[in-house]
């Protein structure tokens, strides 16, 4: 109700500009506080951003929070326009910026002088700022390398401006994305920006510290980063930015849906979210587990062969239940394709009420007889429960992503 009424007041408005420089001059940004931060853009308006994690650790401003009005994002004193802003704070100020600067999936399509132009002035800004030169770094699709850019790393911090392969050369363009982090900067993302930027930064022998048991029966998994997918039909592609950030795979949304064949304007049906995983995983040095998918109304496993899937035993609840407690108990988040609006859940949020749909299984509960899930729809969305027995009943697919490094 609240987005409604600030939406019907920005009606009559053509565009609100906004800079997000304030975000991009170290070091003086890196002492910047949730408070702060919700401070200066409050000042320009309370519409600008909205905060994606309930504990006011990640925020996001977009050109496309609202479908009538354009909010004008700009870096780098105006020269660079941004799609979407998304803005981490770790330890009380600032950590990390990520910014969208085009991604097909907002923006449509755009001419190869416009992303030239916006690539190149964020290269020399980041260069200017940091006071270094860049370091080359090119795509490598055995060591699941799939971007090229630039890196910068100097006491004042570190960047990464990243692009997909041969965007500025004969194929398709299809994102551009810049990361800024702090020097010290804490997190997954942060480590991979340091270690390399293709497989996964952690290791599958320290995901079970990751879980969680606490005086309620809850078994789940903390720290899984929320991304917010906006109107567009991403819910694969974000769901498995979350887990691959979790992992310390620095790819996010755009640059999956791009690999996956995602279409933004599309639902997507179990099967071609599996077909989508398959495209995904071992490109980013990750392995796909189908544990079931749905055929002639029952779970069931299933076999590859040829790009194909064979139909194996039925899934029963029994081993459907097993294979997410296994999971969980190893710190590997599931996903878990469904058709929604068929069961209750807790707290019954409701932001989308019918069709196929993916989100991430964290946890469990046997005393409650209940799965502990979470939904890439921002602030509220991540942790919230529903029956075992319903959750069986609505599922249509159920997945992991392993990284492959022990």
């Given at each position: 109700?609240?987005?409604?009424?600030?939406?019907?007041?920005?009606?009559?408005?053509?565009?609100?500009?906004?800079?997000?420089?304030?975000?991009?001059?170290?070091?003086?940004?890196?002492?910047?506080?949730?408070?702060?931060?919700?401070?200066?853009?409050?000042?320009?308006?309370?519409?600008?951003?909205?905060?994606?994690?309930?504990?006011?650790?990640?925020?996001?401003?977009?050109?496309?929070?609202?479908?009538?009005?354009?909010?004008?994002?700009?870096?780098?004193?105006?020269?660079?326009?941004?799609?979407?802003?998304?803005?981490?704070f770790?330890?009380?100020?600032?950590?990390?910026v990520?910014?969208?600067?085009?991604?097909?999936?907002?923006?449509?399509?755009?001419?190869?002088?416009?992303?030239?132009?916006?690539?190149?002035?964020?290269?020399?800004?980041?260069?200017?700022?940091?006071?270094?030169?860049?370091?080359?770094?090119?795509?490598?699709?055995?060591?699941?390398?799939?971007?090229?850019?630039?890196?910068?790393?100097?006491?004042?911090?570190?960047?990464?401006?990243?692009?997909?392969?041969?965007?500025?050369?004969?194929?398709?363009?299809?994102?551009?994305?810049?990361?800024?982090?702090?020097p010290?900067?804490?997190?997954?993302?942060?480590?991979?920006?340091?270690?390399?930027?293709?497989?996964?930064?952690?290791?599958?022998?320290?995901?079970?510290?990751?879980?969680?048991?606490?005086?309620?029966?809850?078994?789940f998994?903390?720290?899984?980063?929320?991304?917010?997918?906006?109107?567009?039909?991403?819910?694969?592609?974000?769901?498995?930015?979350?887990?691959?950030?979790?992992?310390?795979?620095?790819?996010?949304?755009?640059?999956?849906?791009?690999?996956?064949?995602?279409?933004?304007?599309?639902?997507?049906?179990?099967?071609?979210?599996?077909?989508?995983?398959?495209?995904?995983?071992?490109?980013?040095?990750?392995?796909?587990?189908?544990?079931?998918?749905?055929?002639?109304?029952?779970?069931?496993?299933?076999?590859?062969?040829?790009?194909?899937?064979?139909v194996?035993?039925?899934?029963?609840?029994?081993?459907?239940?097993?294979?997410?407690?296994?999971?969980?108990?190893?710190g590997?988040?599931?996903?878990?394709?469904?058709e929604?609006?068929?069961?209750?859940?807790e707290?019954?949020?409701?932001p989308?009420?019918?069709?196929?749909?993916?989100?991430?299984?964290?946890?469990?509960n046997?005393?409650?007889?209940?799965?502990?899930?979470?939904?890439?729809w921002?602030?509220?969305?991540?942790?919230?429960?529903?029956?075992?027995?319903?959750?069986y009943?609505?599922?249509?697919?159920?997945?992991?992503?392993?990284?492959?490094?022990?």
């Amino acid at each position: 109700m609240l987005a409604l009424v600030m939406a019907s007041s920005l009606h009559a408005e053509s565009g609100i500009a906004a800079s997000l420089d304030v975000l991009l001059d170290p070091p003086k940004c890196w002492e910047l506080t949730p408070e702060s931060f919700e401070k200066h853009f409050d000042a320009i308006r309370p519409e600008l951003f909205k905060w994606i994690t309930s504990d006011r650790t990640r925020a996001k401003l977009s050109r496309a929070l609202y479908s009538n009005v354009e909010i004008k994002l700009t870096a780098f004193g105006g020269a660079v326009p941004v799609e979407e802003a998304v803005v981490d704070f770790s330890g009380g100020r600032l950590n990390m910026v990520t910014l969208s600067i085009f991604n097909r999936g907002d923006a449509g399509e755009i001419d190869e002088a416009d992303f030239k132009s916006r690539h190149m002035a964020a290269g020399k800004a980041m260069s200017a700022k940091f006071n270094v030169k860049p370091v080359a770094c090119p795509a490598n699709r055995q060591q699941g390398l799939l971007t090229e850019g630039y890196s910068w790393s100097s006491p004042l911090g570190m960047a990464m401006l990243e692009i997909n392969e041969g965007a500025l050369g004969s194929s398709a363009r299809e994102f551009l994305r810049l990361r800024v982090a702090r020097p010290d900067a804490e997190g997954a993302l942060a480590v991979s920006m340091k270690s390399g930027r293709g497989a996964a930064a952690a290791r599958l022998s320290d995901l079970p510290q990751n879980v969680v048991r606490d005086d309620k029966g809850n078994v789940f998994i903390r720290n899984l980063p929320m991304v917010d997918q906006g109107n567009k039909g991403y819910c694969l592609p974000a769901s498995t930015q979350r887990i691959f950030e979790y992992y310390g795979i620095g790819a996010d949304m755009h640059q999956i849906a791009q690999v996956a064949e995602s279409d933004p304007s599309q639902g997507t049906s179990a099967l071609s979210m599996a077909k989508e995983l398959d495209r995904i995983d071992y490109r980013f040095k990750t392995r796909l587990v189908v544990m079931g998918m749905m055929s002639e109304k029952e779970l069931v496993e299933v076999e590859m062969k040829k790009g194909e899937y064979l139909v194996g035993k039925p899934v029963d609840e029994r081993k459907f239940i097993k294979s997410i407690h296994d999971f969980i108990n190893d710190g590997i988040p599931l996903l878990w394709a469904l058709e929604l609006g068929r069961y209750s859940e807790e707290p019954d949020l409701k932001p989308q009420t019918s069709g196929g749909h993916m989100r991430i299984i964290i946890g469990y509960n046997d005393s409650t007889q209940r799965l502990i899930f979470s939904d890439s729809w921002g602030a509220g969305h991540e942790f919230k429960t529903i029956k075992v027995s319903d959750a069986y009943a609505a599922s249509q697919g159920l997945f992991a992503l392993k990284p492959t490094v022990r």
